[in-house]
């Protein structure tokens, strides 16, 4: 069990952008596999504008945006193999502590999380991403970092508490969000 | 200001051990100055249109001589042991939104408890001042990532409205690329 050994590091949202999360996580998976710094708004620009021309400005892509598309940057417009780094195709749910080790500790590649929160009207979701994989007192536990975190946005807490939301979005729940999906990163 | 703390139910001693036993850091143990205050913390969340405002355990705010701050968390979760959550760089700038808000002159009376209020779905965190005999006042201290400054003290209403219009432009967010699963 352990962390990513090379530094990883998200770039906080800010009010600003309140919806770049996606920007943000996608932004830090590209850095670190890519030893370039990758800003959220390059990033923005790349996975949303409509024909590649140069022209797309990020404030227009300010808006949500799933995460696998950007990780995988399949905008046909600007498809670039290079920046594809989704390993999985978003649908693997909440994974066991097992398969995050083998992911972070082993493939030292960074696991991306989709974490839904309960709303008036409908539930949004919100994306993180696991850095690390410990054991604690005999208990699993994990490192995730934040975009909405003050920085550096750095959270840990047990892997029973990030998944105590998972069902349901029980208020009774450690964490306040559900655990709904899992990306694996290349 | 006229304000008061409840009594913590763990030691500053108990959280800097779970601090230093959590990021593995023996230096933080060994800090010559620290502080550590617990304050009440409550969430808000939706359980169907109507906000919910619940009492989830108790926030530990420290910072390790003047360097390295947390926020730890100790919640109460389906009436078992507390569990604790941490964060890390966040208790400077709770404790920083405390020396301001200590600093108003404005608020003579009541006395206030000391509290603090987090709205997870909007992203949002906020010191709460809570009275039984007069109106309760909030200033905002994060929002998505970013620290709040210069903000004024809101009254209940003014913070429900806000946080619903953040929530409705969320949502309008949402609809526009009409996608099954959205993100914030």
């Given at each position: 069990?352990?962390f990513l050994q090379d530094p990883i590091s998200v770039e906080p949202q800010t009010s600003a952008h309140p919806?770049?999360?996606?920007?943000?996580?996608?932004?830090?998976?590209?850095?670190?596999?890519?030893?370039?710094?990758?800003?959220?708004?390059?990033?923005?620009?790349?996975?949303?504008?409509?024909?590649?021309?140069?022209?797309?400005?990020?404030?227009?892509?300010?808006?949500?945006?799933?995460?696998?598309?950007?990780?995988?940057?399949?905008?046909?417009?600007?498809?670039?193999?290079?920046?594809?780094?989704?390993?999985?195709?978003?649908?693997?749910?909440?994974?066991?502590?097992?398969?995050?080790?083998?992911?972070?500790?082993?493939?030292?590649?960074?696991?991306?999380?989709?974490?839904?929160?309960?709303?008036?009207?409908?539930?949004?979701?919100?994306?993180?991403?696991?850095?690390?994989?410990?054991?604690?007192?005999?208990?699993?536990?994990?490192?995730?970092?934040?975009?909405?975190?003050?920085?550096?946005?750095?959270?840990?807490?047990?892997?029973?508490?990030?998944?105590?939301?998972?069902?349901?979005?029980?208020?009774?729940?450690?964490?306040?969000?559900?655990?709904?999906?899992?990306?694996?990163?290349? | 200001?006229?304000?008061?703390?409840?009594?913590?139910?763990?030691?500053?001693?108990?959280?800097?051990?779970?601090?230093?036993?959590?990021?593995?850091?023996?230096?933080?143990?060994?800090?010559?100055?620290?502080?550590?205050?617990?304050?009440?913390?409550?969430?808000?969340?939706?359980?169907?249109?109507?906000?919910?405002?619940?009492?989830?355990?108790?926030?530990?705010?420290?910072?390790?001589?003047?360097?390295?701050?947390?926020?730890?968390?100790?919640?109460?979760?389906?009436?078992?042991?507390?569990?604790?959550?941490?964060?890390?760089?966040?208790?400077?700038?709770?404790?920083?939104?405390?020396?301001?808000?200590?600093?108003?002159?404005?608020?003579?009376?009541?006395?206030?408890?000391?509290?603090?209020?987090?709205?997870?779905?909007?992203?949002?965190?906020?010191?709460?001042?809570?009275?039984?005999?007069?109106?309760?006042?909030?200033?905002?201290?994060?929002?998505?990532?970013?620290?709040?400054?210069?903000?004024?003290?809101?009254?209940?209403?003014?913070?429900?409205?806000?946080?619903?219009?953040?929530?409705?432009?969320?949502?309008?967010?949402?609809?526009?690329?009409?996608?099954?699963?959205?993100?914030?």
């Open positions: 069990m352990g919806y770049w999360c996606w920007a943000s996580i996608t932004a830090a998976v590209w850095t670190f596999f890519e030893k370039v710094t990758w800003t959220m708004p390059q990033v923005v620009v790349l996975a949303l504008q409509p024909d590649c021309s140069g022209q797309f400005q990020a404030e227009q892509g300010e808006h949500e945006w799933p995460l696998a598309s950007a990780l995988s940057l399949d905008n046909q417009a600007c498809l670039n193999t290079a920046h594809n780094h989704l390993a999985s195709d978003g649908t693997l749910g909440p994974v066991d502590f097992t398969d995050l080790g083998t992911q972070i500790d082993s493939l030292q590649s960074p696991v991306c999380v989709a974490l839904t929160f309960a709303t008036p009207v409908e539930q949004s979701t919100h994306y993180c991403l696991i850095n690390g994989v410990f054991m604690q007192d005999g208990e699993p536990w994990i490192s995730l970092l934040d975009p909405a975190g003050i920085p550096p946005g750095e959270q840990r807490m047990a892997f029973s508490d990030l998944a105590s939301g998972t069902v349901t979005l029980e208020s009774s729940a450690a964490f306040p969000a559900a655990w709904t999906d899992t990306f694996y990163t290349k | 200001m006229n304000v008061q703390t409840t009594a913590a139910p763990h030691s500053k001693q108990q959280v800097l051990d779970l601090i230093t036993k959590t990021f593995a850091d023996r230096r933080l143990g060994k800090s010559p100055r620290t502080v550590v205050m617990g304050l009440p913390l409550f969430r808000m969340s939706w359980e169907s249109t109507k906000p919910t405002v619940e009492h989830k355990g108790w926030r530990y705010l420290t910072l390790f001589n003047a360097q390295e701050s947390f926020v730890v968390d100790a919640v109460t979760s389906r009436n078992t042991e507390f569990r604790f959550l941490f964060q890390r760089g966040s208790g400077r700038i709770w404790l920083q939104g405390l020396q301001n808000l200590l600093r108003r002159r404005q608020i003579k009376t009541p006395q206030f408890e000391l509290r603090c209020l987090d709205v997870p779905a909007a992203h949002l965190s906020l010191l709460w001042l809570y009275s039984t005999d007069a109106e309760s006042l909030f200033l905002y201290l994060h929002n998505h990532g970013q620290v709040c400054r210069k903000e004024k003290l809101r009254k209940l209403e003014e913070v429900e409205r806000e946080i619903e219009i953040a929530i409705e432009q969320k949502l309008a967010g949402f609809s526009r690329v009409r996608l099954p699963n959205v993100n914030s």
